[in-house]
Each structure stands twice: as C-alpha cells, then as structure tokens.
C-alpha cells in the first residue's frame, strides 16, 4: 500500500448531528427516550435538532470536500428507515440516505455506512431490544434492507460502532439508553448482539458483491488505578468487557476466561459459528486508556479510576496518552491478524469563535499530531494500517454529556447552526495534501 491509498477521513452518528427527529416518518430511538429521561443527559439536551444536518447535508458535504478526505464514515438511523423497527420501510427515511450517498460521491468522497450507531428503535427495545434474541434476526432484516438499497454504490460497511459501550453502559452501568443495570441483561445483549454482527456479515457479503466489511471496536489499554493488588481483578474483569467480548468471539471464535462462564446458559449450539464470520479488517476507535478500580456500587464491582496526578487529558477526564495508542495498534495487529483502520480518534477541547469568527484549537492540533505520529510507529513496526478517520467533523451531541464536550474540527453555533471551520479542519486538510504526496 502507497502513501496514496491510505484513507483519510471523518466519522460522525446519525442521532448525532441529524436532528429531524419527528420528521417524515421517523420512528423513536432508545436516545429519544433517554433524553426525555430526567437526568438522562447531563444537560437536559437532546438530538431533536442536533446539527440539523438532515437539512444542511449539502452544505455538510462541501465542507468535507473543502477539507479534502477521501472518505466520510456516517450511520444509517435505524428508526428513520424502519420507525419501528421492522415491519413497513419508510421511503423518506431510505430516500435521505440516497442523496447523500450520491451527493459524496459526486464529490468524491467515498462512503462508509455504519449500520448500528446506538439508535435502537424504542419499538425494539420495548419488546426486549438486545436482551432478546429475536434481535439478531431483527438486525439481520435490517441489514438486508440497507444492503440492498445502497449496495449499488456503498462498498464499505460496518455492522456495529463500538459493541462494549453500548452494551456495558446501557445494560451493565446506566450511562447510556436503555439504562439497565442488571448482569444478566449485560451478558445477554453481549451474545445476542454478537449473533447480530454475525448475521449481518453474511446478510451484506450476500447482497453487496465486491463489500468490504468491518466492525468498530473501542479498545484501550485497562490500568489498575495506583497499580493497587485491589484493583487487578477488577481491571482484568473490565478489560474482558471492554476490549475482549467482542473481537475475541468474531474473530477468534471464543469468550475470554472471565466470561466464557458466565455467559454460557444463552450460548446455542451452533453460535459461535454464526459469530465468527469472516471480516476484511478491523475498525478501532482509540482515544486513551482506561483507569479501573474496584468499586462496589457497580454490579460488576468495578468502576473507572482516575490517571497519574499531573496527566494531561482532554479537559473532561480522558488521558492523552499517544504511546497506548501506538501499542494497541501493534497489539491488534498480532492478535487478530488483520489490516487495521482507525475508524474514530480526536480529542475534546473547549472552544468558541473568537472577536474575528475565527476557531482556534491549538490543543487539538497538538493532540492530532501526537496520535498520528503514533499511528505512524506502529506501522513502522510492523501493524497493517490502511486508513484514519477522525472524531469527528462537527461539535455535536455527545450522548450522556450532551452538548458540553467539542470533538468537531468544525464548530457548530446551537443557535444558528452557522458552520466555521476550525483551525484543526485546515490543519487536517494541509497534512492529508501533504500525506498525499508521499510516494
């Protein structure tokens, strides 16, 4: 692979910058429900407007190409193609996929369609969502239709952005939708959600000929916080659940230890095999490590542990950290032997246009920078590493956190939805050219 056909790009969720929740037929996800859920969201807020980017997608789509990638990773809404879940389609919904589609592609931005960003339909989870399941086959159906629509001119699809998040968070610890905290619900939405990437790998392989097909996980290094003998277990738990459930059983085709037990009474015969289908590379999203600690209060006795007094971090608790970045690519690329693309990195800074409407975010620069060179020394070191997307284009709702924390390279005014590019957008831009150029 030449310096050429790396990809660079960026990714952004559909619940995250649509908005247009109630418009042309578009069901109620899991997130609607959360956010109209007291103390769902840390600041009242909600998608139902978001970046108005079902409106502003032309504009959107220049801004991408102004920038320069090659590649724009976006989610399909569930509940906007299929309000509940399954059942009747709804045109509307498939046709505003369409013209973005081919609105990238007029411009030259190749699409990478995610089929699950966390936006289950309520309907689903009203009938029991990812603890049934009858939701893999949903899933299954769901994909075909997706498929099927857009396979003529979409190539690249992921099935799931990152599984460990939305399951642990949203059945385990009750950060996210649906808010459950039960193990047993943990467990089950861990299997049945591995049956529906299963699923949907054969559904797309069949229907799209030519896909390349990934999976997005979100892995992290999992430290003991204070490298305490308390803390180990926890740590080796959290790392199972975080980094481990997933990948191992698509890819490898088992359960880790820890877990391999416990999950057990709702494996089938035959599941593992419908698990481990075969994918064409692996999709992470990398921000920093993980601190873990015991913590009683959670039903699994761990919780999040604070970095080394001094660490930098991303102004809201995530450490910077570059070095664990560069070793999980390494670590990836020798445990699952496949090529690797970095499907979401950026940090959060705090920032607003200045006196001149101008964005400056020298921290995210300096972060971007660092990470990318450490991309850089893992494929030095050997990790096959075809691709790059940044988190994310524009300032956005960040589920739980609301509208507080700022990924975007693009600012986005709440009020008026006026766009300006930051000064990382035209950093970014200038590093693609020049990456470009490389022989």
Known sequence: MTARDFVWGVSTAAYQIEGAVAEDGRGPSIWDTRCRTKGGVSD??????????????????????????????????????????????????????????????????????????????????????WTSRDCAGWFADYAA?????????????????????FTLFGYAIPWAAPGVTDRAAHLKAVHHVNLAHGAAVDV??????????GAIHNRQIVIPEGDLEENREPAALLDEHWNLVFPDPQILGFYPPRTAAAIEPYVKAGDMARIRRPVDWFGLNHYGPIFAKAD?????????????????????????????????????????????????????????????????????????????????????????????????????????????????????????????????????????????KDP
């Open 44 to 129: 009242g807020s909600s998608g139902d407007v978001a970046c108005d980017h079902y409106h502003r997608w032309r504009e959107d789509v220049a801004l991408l190409r102004a920038i320069g990638v090659g590649a724009y990773r976006f989610s399909v809404g569930w509940p906007r193609v299929l309000p509940r879940g399954r059942g009747a389609a709804n045109e509307a919904g498939l046709a505003f996929y369409d013209r973005l589609i081919d609105a990238l592609l007029e411009a030259g931005i190749e699409p990478w369609l995610t089929l699950y960003h966390w936006d289950l339909p309520q309907a689903l989870d009203d009938l029991g969502g």
């Open 145 to 165: 239709l997706v498929a099927g629509r857009y396979g003529d001119r979409v190539k690249r699809f992921i099935t799931f952005n990152e599984f460990s998040v």
């Open 204 to 213: 797309v392989r069949a229907l799209v000929p030519g896909a390349s097909i």
């Open 296 to 436: 009683p209060n959670f039903v699994w006795g761990y919780g999040w542990g604070s970095p080394p007094e001094g660490s930098p971090d991303h102004g809201f608790g995530w450490p910077i950290f570059p070095e664990a970045f560069r070793d999980e690519l390494t670590l990836i690329a020798r445990r699952y032997r496949l090529p690797i693309v970095v499907t979401e990195n950026g940090c959060n800074t705090d920032d607003a246009p200045d006196a001149n409407g101008e964005v400056h975010d020298p921290r995210r620069i300096l972060y971007l920078k660092l990470y990318v060179q450490a991309m850089r020394d893992a494929m030095a070191a050997g990790a096959d590493v075809r691709g790059y997307f940044l988190w994310s284009l524009l300032d956005c709702f960040e589920w739980g956190n609301g509208y507080g924390p700022k990924f975007g390279i693009v600012h986005v005014d709440r009020e008026t939805q006026k766009r300006t590019l930051k000064d990382s957008a035209r950093w970014y831009a200038e590093m693609i050219r020049t990456a470009r």
